[in-house]
């Protein structure tokens, strides 16, 4: 069954505070959450950004929630010997809970140990040489390389009995074309229902067939349409950039300097705003049928209780009739 979560932005609430929401959203019948991994906020007005690894170990111990993490292990802020760590002990302890996004990251983050920042294709070569490498821990080799990252006898001695997942984060066609020979599954944002559609059919023909795709999608509900626009416009305007320039924008007042005459009805392509709960709906709804298995659902603004309190008592129950509706549906035409 489709799986609706809630995402956890770092970025924008301290984690004491994080760990509040998405304790509310497992209350409120979100089936999953998902986490950010930033070292900075992408804008000086979001303000936070705790260390995801260690909020996941009270997060998962405080709820029945599986959860994902989108992290760049290609040997700058992370290696991928550490990340492998961190995902196996999380999978021990909390059995089929746990899943991970590898993606090429953003200098925001990743540039902060002084090493140099590769262009594009490098951080390509080096995300997949992380999957290897960590899938080649997971198995219980003792791990030598010498190629972009290397490693020297590198053995995990706690595993668990099922590796996490490794799912490619992908914004373009290409990279999902290329993404969909070695990741386990693909992780996109929100766009527009067309470019959804090409990207999702690149990663099929690159060999994703079969393969779950998940969804991160940017949302701002509120009271009103003007205040849901003006928490989007206030929260996450840097999410206009294309992804070639967020990659290489290295602090949040260069993120904020570049947005600085994005006007909050430039948004409607990269956040879906809106305080009518029957269009979020509709939005996903429309996800589930270009065939997303797991919708993560991040509201912009600060308002995160309202957020879970409204969509836990309409949204996500109006969505599991919907699928329950669609399973019948597809159930009544196989015995047909």
Same mark, same amino acid.
């Given at each position: 069954?489709?799986?609706?979560?809630?995402?956890?932005?770092?970025?924008?609430?301290?984690?004491?505070?994080?760990?509040?929401?998405?304790?509310?959203?497992?209350?409120?019948?979100?089936?999953?959450?998902?986490?950010?991994?930033?070292?900075? !906020?992408?804008? $000086? @007005?979001?303000?936070? %950004?705790?260390? &995801?690894?260690?909020?996941?170990?009270? *997060?998962? /111990?405080? =709820?029945?929630?599986?959860?994902?993490?989108?992290?760049?292990?290609?040997?700058?802020?992370?290696?991928?010997?550490?990340?492998?760590?961190?995902?196996?002990?999380?999978?021990?302890?909390?059995?089929?809970?746990?899943?991970?996004?590898?993606?090429?990251?953003?200098?925001?983050?990743?540039?902060?140990?002084?090493?140099?920042?590769?262009?594009?294709?490098?951080?390509?070569?080096?995300?997949?040489?992380?999957?290897?490498?960590?899938?080649?821990?997971?198995?219980?080799?003792?791990?030598?390389?010498?190629?972009?990252? !290397?490693?020297? $006898? @590198?053995?995990?001695? %706690?595993?668990? &009995?099922?590796?996490?997942?490794?799912? *490619?984060? /992908?914004? =373009?066609?290409?990279?999902?074309?290329?993404?969909?020979?070695?990741?386990?599954?693909?992780?996109?944002?929100?766009?527009?229902?067309?470019?959804?559609?090409?990207?999702?059919?690149?990663?099929?023909?690159?060999?994703?067939?079969?393969?779950?795709?998940?969804?991160?999608?940017?949302?701002?509900?509120?009271?009103?349409?003007?205040?849901?626009?003006?928490?989007?416009?206030?929260?996450?305007?840097?999410?206009?950039?294309?992804?070639?320039?967020?990659?290489?924008?290295?602090?949040?007042?260069?993120?904020?300097?570049?947005?600085?005459?994005?006007?909050?009805?430039?948004?409607?392509?990269?956040?879906?705003?809106?305080?009518?709960?029957?269009?979020?709906?509709?939005?996903?709804?429309?996800?589930?049928?270009?065939?997303?298995?797991?919708?993560?659902?991040?509201?912009?603004?600060?308002?995160?209780?309202?957020?879970?309190?409204?969509?836990?008592?309409?949204?996500?129950?109006?969505?599991?009739?919907?699928?329950?509706?669609?399973?019948?549906?597809?159930?009544?035409?196989?015995?047909?």
């Amino acid at each position: 069954m489709p799986k609706i979560g809630f995402h956890a932005s770092h970025e924008q609430f301290a984690p004491s505070a994080l760990l509040a929401c998405v304790k509310a959203a497992a209350k409120a019948g979100f089936s999953g959450a998902m986490s950010s991994d930033h070292f900075g !906020p992408w804008s $000086e @007005a979001q303000g936070h %950004s705790g260390f &995801a690894w260690s909020w996941l170990g009270a *997060a998962m /111990a405080s =709820t029945d929630l599986s959860f994902g993490i989108v992290t760049t292990p290609i040997g700058l802020r992370y290696h991928p010997a550490i990340i492998a760590q961190a995902g196996a002990t999380l999978a021990e302890m909390f059995p089929g809970r746990f899943w991970m996004a590898l993606g090429s990251g953003e200098a925001l983050n990743e540039r902060i140990t002084g090493l140099r920042w590769p262009a594009k294709a490098e951080r390509n070569a080096r995300l997949k040489e992380a999957a290897e490498v960590m899938r080649a821990l997971w198995a219980g080799e003792t791990v030598t390389r010498d190629g972009l990252i !290397p490693v020297e $006898e @590198a053995k995990l001695y %706690s595993r668990p &009995a099922e590796p996490p997942r490794i799912v *490619a984060a /992908a914004l =373009t066609p290409e990279t999902a074309r290329w993404a969909a020979s070695w990741a386990d599954g693909l992780i996109t944002i929100n766009k527009p229902v067309e470019q959804q559609r090409q990207l999702i059919e690149a990663f099929r023909e690159g060999g994703g067939e079969g393969k779950p795709l998940f969804l991160q999608v940017h949302l701002s509900y509120a009271a009103s349409d003007e205040q849901a626009r003006r928490n989007a416009h206030e929260q996450w305007r840097t999410n206009t950039l294309a992804g070639t320039v967020a990659a290489e924008l290295k602090l949040p007042e260069q993120f904020d300097a570049a947005t600085r005459f994005v006007r909050p009805e430039d948004l409607d392509d990269s956040v879906r705003i809106s305080a009518d709960l029957s269009r979020h709906i509709d939005w996903i709804a429309e996800d589930l049928g270009l065939g997303f298995e797991e919708i993560y659902l991040h509201n912009v603004g600060q308002n995160q209780r309202a957020f879970i309190e409204a969509f836990g008592e309409k949204v996500l129950p109006a969505l599991a009739a919907t699928i329950a509706g669609q399973s019948t549906h597809l159930r009544d035409a196989a015995a047909g």
